[in-house]
């Protein structure tokens, strides 16, 4: 991590103005010259047993967390650090060992454990002196050996350009596996922006533009809000000095004000839930210079609530509601801002109720409530988890195969790890990752087991195909969503039930239309891969007919002789009928299949309803002396009767074959024509035509009329249909008559 900084009192941009939010420190602890004490440490020698001043302060924020720490690793890990790092200055001129020492510090504050505190005092022994990670591992163990590896850069001399994008791909593999990487990364990366002002204003704005683009959308998802929001207010100070001057004046003017109304709510609050007897404390959260600056875009002027929120700490998860039923009785609630994220957390491990409260004026304070150890987490993140390796305790949750649920290893995690391997040059990766970082909410979907699939907000069925599948995910033809059918392209929401539906074809494609709809990179890289390493397929799908949203081309295959019939929106209908030799039309059955009270008539079954044993009938007589015989919920029994035709009496006779015309919706597929019509064959259909209609909206309509030898085969004719992967739903013909 060569920090190329100045000394954190020099001036520069980012320290203009009062000093920008951090975490809270405990009073009674004097602010720490960092640099003073990293002189001092090179000026004396430290008895070997005894552990150096110049981590005093690292030593006295570890116990704060960890009472009965062994201190002897930091101890020997500063000691080697200290001795590398001899010599090497600062760009401002102060001792190196400075930087180590401030970002093991800001560990220490946030509760890191011994372990991670260790790695970080390390972290650049192996970057930048002749520390190898094999002595790293013989003198403090493999676990903090890895933490070292996992935030040592690779060199620009190996890589060239590619050196900090595959530095950041080497780091978030090593995350995946130990999530405590990053939180050294995060604090590395704080302590070199709050000392960015001795360098050029050029390299400052790079530094910052990677800070905002990937270090605090990783920081969000990690939960760790204290270096987040720190974050946030010194790339803001450099990327936009401007606003961030604004903004600064807006807070010092608003804390210059005789009159607080944050702090005479907070006193109404606390009595309250005294009166109530709730333990619980009432504290005062000022906004970060970002969430001012936010706040004043959207709303303009600003009154003295929009400076801060009311957090309200208790010790029980039950008290959090407590606290909630209170002050809705006893302030004014403005309901429409209530949040539970203590019920549904968030992707991040962020617990909290939210509401707001009113005051006569109109002022509106909003009010977080939450237990101190949600409070740990909610600032400190994956840093409060402690030790991964660590083994679990009765309290930690256990998953349904028996597993410990890992909490260090978050879903968008996993699937930022799946698509990163597939990603196919360090270009791709690097601007793949900030597009999929800049996607800062998750939502979770449920699968019909049960199971959970965490998406992106925003993301659809096509994301969730591949979350699920991976590269099998190809083969999808459509979904339903809360019960209905519903297109690839549907955007999912928070808390939708999403059944995949899978085709059966080995040989199925992905669409390079499912790229419009693809949200999650890790969807974008499979389907690019998929099409890049099949050309022709690709090239066939841009000059050939648009593809349907289901698993590649709705292609078909005609029913005569097996070419294909693949249809698309503006084609007209293909129709495929059966050959026949002789007649162009395929004889009708026979008339005395219905028996009709009018001796001698000629008997017709009704093409617009297609009635079939044992369908309740009705006739009626034409010109020519003939019977039409349609079904009686026909739309065309209403027209007959209301033009006065002659009603007839019909009953089905002895002869049981029959001519039906049957519909199939379905998603488009490879060979889902030739399918269709095999399963039809083996029930003994004989297929007197078919149509295929243009897709509309990714789904296919297909038409068959259809000559069986037993009305009593039909049911199972239509159950085998409905079988054919792809397939939906199919009905009898319910066309109005003519």
Not at 124 to 129: I, S
Not at 296 to 313: A, E, H, P
Not at 346 to 354: A, G, I
Not at 441 to 467: K, M
């Amino acid at each position: 991590m060569s920090a190329e900084a100045t000394n954190p009192a020099s001036p520069g941009p980012v320290t203009t103005g009062p000093v920008l939010p951090t975490v809270p420190r405990r009073k009674a602890r004097p602010r720490i010259d960092l640099r003073r004490l990293g002189r001092a440490a090179l000026l004396g020698t430290t008895a070997r047993d005894r552990l150096p001043d110049a981590i005093g302060h690292v030593a006295e924020a570890h116990r704060a967390h960890y009472p009965d720490a062994d201190l002897e690793p930091l101890r020997r890990a500063y000691v080697l650090a200290e001795s590398s790092h001899r010599g090497q200055m600062r760009k401002s001129g102060e001792p190196y060992i400075t930087h180590p020492l401030a970002v093991t510090l800001i560990l220490a504050e946030l509760g890191a454990e011994t372990t991670t505190l260790t790695a970080s005092l390390l972290h650049d022994t192996v970057e930048d002196t002749d520390v190898t990670l094999d002595q790293v591992r013989e003198e403090f163990g493999e676990e903090v050996r890895f933490l070292v590896d996992g935030v040592t850069k690779l060199e620009k001399v190996d890589y060239g350009a590619a050196a900090e994008p595959e530095t950041f791909r080497k780091m978030l593999v090593a995350t995946g596996n130990d999530v405590r990487v990053m939180s050294i990364k995060l604090a590395d990366r704080l302590h070199n922006m709050r000392t960015l002002g001795v360098m050029r204003p050029e390299k400052q704005a790079r530094i910052a533009k990677v800070t905002r683009d990937v270090l605090i959308p990783l920081a969000e998802r990690l939960g760790v809000q204290a270096l987040k929001t720190e974050l946030e207010d010194l790339v803001f100070a450099i990327l936009l000095p401007e606003e961030y001057e604004h903004t600064r004046e807006l807070i010092v003017d608003n804390a210059s004000r005789a009159d607080d109304p944050l702090a005479e709510m907070a006193d109404e609050m606390r009595t309250v839930l005294r009166d109530a007897d709730i333990p619980a404390e009432v504290l005062i959260r000022p906004r970060h210079f970002v969430s001012v600056h936010r706040r004043s875009r959207k709303r303009g002027r600003l009154r003295g609530t929009d400076f801060g929120r009311l957090l309200v700490l208790v010790n029980e998860d039950a008290d959090c509601y407590g606290v909630l039923g209170e002050l809705h009785t006893c302030m004014t609630p403005v309901v429409s801002e209530f949040k539970d994220f203590i019920a549904v957390p968030k992707f991040n491990l962020y617990q909290s109720l939210h509401t707001a409260v009113a005051r006569e004026d109109g002022q509106v304070a909003e009010v977080l409530i939450r237990t101190h150890q949600m409070h740990k987490v909610a600032e400190a993140g994956v840093v409060a988890l402690g030790n991964p390796y660590a083994p679990p305790s009765e309290e930690q949750t256990v998953s349904s195969d028996g597993e410990r649920a890992d909490p260090t290893r978050p879903g968008w995690l996993s699937r930022l790890l799946d698509w990163q391997e597939a990603a196919p040059d360090p270009d791709t990766f690097w601007s793949t990752l900030r597009e999929d970082l800049a996607q800062d909410r998750e939502i979770t979907v449920f699968r019909p087991d049960g199971g959970t699939l965490g998406l992106p907000e925003g993301a659809t069925c096509v994301d969730a195909a591949y979350a699920q599948y991976g590269e099998d995910a190809h083969a999808c033809i459509g979904a339903r969503v809360n019960g209905r059918l519903a297109t690839l392209s549907t955007v999912l929401k928070d808390g939708d039930t999403v059944q995949l539906l899978m085709g059966q074809d080995p040989a199925s494609e992905p669409s390079r239309e499912w790229l419009e709809h693809a949200h999650t990179a890790a969807a974008r890289i499979a389907i690019q891969r998929w099409l890049a390493t099949h050309p022709a397929a690709a090239e066939a799908q841009e000059e050939g007919p648009a593809p349907t949203l289901g698993s590649g081309e709705a292609s078909s295959r005609s029913v005569g002789d097996g070419s294909s019939a693949t249809s698309s929106e503006g084609v007209a209908p293909r129709t495929a009928d059966r050959p026949t030799t002789g007649n162009a039309e395929a004889p009708r059955p026979a008339a005395a299949n219905a028996v009709v009270d009018q001796p001698g008539a000629s008997v017709r079954l009704a093409g617009c309803c297609t009635p079939v044993p044992p369908d309740e009938v009705i006739g009626f007589s034409v010109r020519g002396g003939a019977v039409t015989v349609h079904r009686v919920e026909c739309a065309a029994v209403a027209r007959m009767k209301s033009a006065r035709r002659a009603e007839v009496g019909v009953r089905w006779g002895e002869s049981t074959g029959c001519r039906v015309t049957l519909f199939a919706e379905s998603f488009g597929r490879p060979h889902l024509l030739a399918d269709l019509t095999e399963a039809m064959a083996s029930e003994g259909a004989e297929i007197v035509s078919a149509t295929v209609e243009p897709p509309s909206r990714q789904r296919v309509r297909h038409t068959y009329t259809v000559q069986l030898p037993d009305a009593a085969h039909l049911p199972a004719l239509m159950r085998a249909m409905r079988n054919v992967p792809g397939v939906y739903d199919v009905s009898r013909d319910q066309t109005p008559g003519a």
